[in-house]
């Protein structure tokens, strides 16, 4: 065979295998995709038609069985339409729960199983799951959530059951999941993408000693109650391999009760905002600013590149009761708020009351809390003591980076400022640019430290501060003045 001939042999050989390789690599596996209805009441009719959907480019052809919990359908007793799967199940004899979908199919080399795990919830009859139990100490062999005795290892689980697949609960005697002290997890696995995932309607309660039948009989006070969600999941004592996010807020939800550590937000886009916790406009409703009520909680050695311990945008949490300490960024060490009202009066925006910051830290930007691009929070009796920038606001900075959006106007009533640093100017307090209108009401600065002017308040480039019955002691401003510090382009009314 001439040199030619077997190149152009060897050029149609190669171009086989690409096609078939490409052709492996197109090929997707077969896999459960939706099921529907997706949930039950235990008291509904019975049997119940449930259709399970197959997705994939691999269906097989034949089906041996389906099953939903421990109740089993085999064929020939269901139809299979490819790639619809439609079977009568009969759950009185299950409990309560969330349920795997396993789907059987035989192959050459045996039976082979798809599973969708939790892809099925079951709920108690007469809606009596609004309260859900969770206890990280629980034993049951048939944990269904609805007693302590039956308790829920898993928070997800618990907070899936009480949302009922998005659907609120609150209709039904409200929707809440108490549990119990422990340590708590977004996954027993490695993968750092999970996050425990707040629903709509759902409150989330910690404190619980795992016996109590009242909700007042727990204790709410996150330094001793020992509830604790954590994102430490991979080797212990190495952080660069925990959960960019432990929690991830939800419009309408509750948080009380909880101390919320170790996230670590040094991912790419997203996954740099918010190592405790992230709020974003990815599920406000109707337009509105998502608004989560977080209460008697404790964040702290949360990471990230903004919003060390919370991150918000176009989020309106309502914070009381609260301490951040030792929460570390870039950017807003304990808290960033990004983009919201802009001043419109009949918007609801963030709020935050009778809560303590401490020993958080930026590298460039708010010590405590950073806030910029239309937000516009009322902090009110909170404490900002020891924390510190390499940059301006050793406690608090704002910015307007967006006066499209209408200005920034946060303000602060009846808040202490204490012992802040900043390396730059604004040891307590800073403030840049135009369009950025915040308020000062009755506030009191005490021992701030700043190296270029304003231990306790700076102001650069156009602000306009409304400052009202101040009080200053033993601020230091360094190569500035000591108490406020502000250049003639700004206003102070």
């Not at 152009?8 to 086989?16: D, E, K, Q, R």
């Not at 997705?55 to 490819?82: H, L, M, R, W, Y």
């Not at 308020?439 to 005490?446: I, P």
């Amino acid at each position: 065979m001439k040199t030619r001939q077997v190149r152009n042999l060897l050029y149609w050989i190669c171009s086989l295998m690409m096609i078939c390789c490409a052709q492996s690599s197109w090929a997707q596996p077969p896999a459960i995709g939706s099921v529907s209805p997706s949930s039950a009441w235990l008291d509904d009719a019975m049997p119940i038609s449930v259709t399970i959907i197959l997705e994939g480019s691999q269906i097989p052809k034949d089906i041996s069985s389906v099953a939903i919990g421990a109740v089993t359908v085999s064929a020939p007793n269901f139809t299979f339409n490819s790639p619809n799967i439609t079977a009568d199940f009969d759950f009185r004899s299950e409990t309560a729960g969330l349920k795997d979908v396993v789907v059987v199919f035989p192959t050459p080399d045996g039976d082979q199983t798809l599973t969708k795990a939790g892809g099925f919830t079951l709920t108690p009859a007469g809606g009596s799951a609004a309260t859900v139990y969770v206890n990280a100490s629980a034993s049951s062999q048939s944990p269904d959530g609805t007693t302590w005795d039956t308790a829920y290892q898993n928070i997800q689980d618990g907070v899936d059951l009480a949302s009922v697949n998005g659907v609120d609960l609150a209709s039904v005697n409200g929707a809440d999941v108490w549990v119990a002290q422990g340590t708590y997890t977004p996954t027993s696995g490695t993968d750092r993408t999970i996050s425990i995932e707040l629903k709509s309607g759902v409150s989330l309660y910690g404190g619980f000693t795992g016996s109590e039948t009242e909700l007042n009989q727990r204790n709410p006070d996150p330094e001793t109650n020992n509830t604790v969600l954590s994102g430490d999941i991979g080797a212990t004592g190495t952080d660069t391999d925990n959960s960019y996010h432990v929690l991830i807020g939800a419009d309408n939800a509750v948080l009380d009760g909880f101390t919320i550590k170790n996230g670590r937000a040094d991912g790419r886009v997203s996954k740099r905002m918010g190592g405790g916790m992230y709020n974003a406009s990815t599920y406000s409703s109707s337009g509105s600013p998502a608004v989560c009520t977080i209460r008697n909680c404790l964040f702290t050695e949360n990471y990230a590149e903004s919003g060390g311990a919370m991150y918000n945008f176009f989020s309106a949490p309502a914070i009381s009761d609260c301490i951040f300490s030792n929460n570390s960024a870039n950017y807003g060490g304990a808290i960033l708020l990004r983009v919201n009202c802009g001043g419109d009066s009949t918007c609801t925006d963030a709020s935050i009351s009778n809560s303590v910051f401490k020993f958080n830290t930026a590298e460039w930007r708010g010590g405590a809390i950073f806030i910029d691009y239309g937000a516009g929070p009322t902090v009110s009796g909170c404490t900002f003591e020891d924390n510190g920038t390499s940059g301006n606001g050793g406690a608090i900075f704002i910015d307007d980076r967006a006066s499209q959006l209408g200005g920034t106007y946060p303000t602060f009533s009846s808040c202490m400022f204490s012992r802040n640093t900043a390396s730059y100017r604004g040891g307590a307090f800073a403030a840049y640019n135009s369009s950025c209108y915040p308020e000062l009401l009755t506030c009191s600065f005490n021992n701030n430290t700043a190296t270029e002017g304003g231990g306790a308040i700076a102001l650069n480039q156009s602000v306009v501060l409304t400052l009202t019955n101040p009080t200053y002691s033993g601020n230091n401003g360094g190569s500035g003045n000591a108490d406020i510090d502000y250049d003639n382009t700004c206003t102070v009314q």
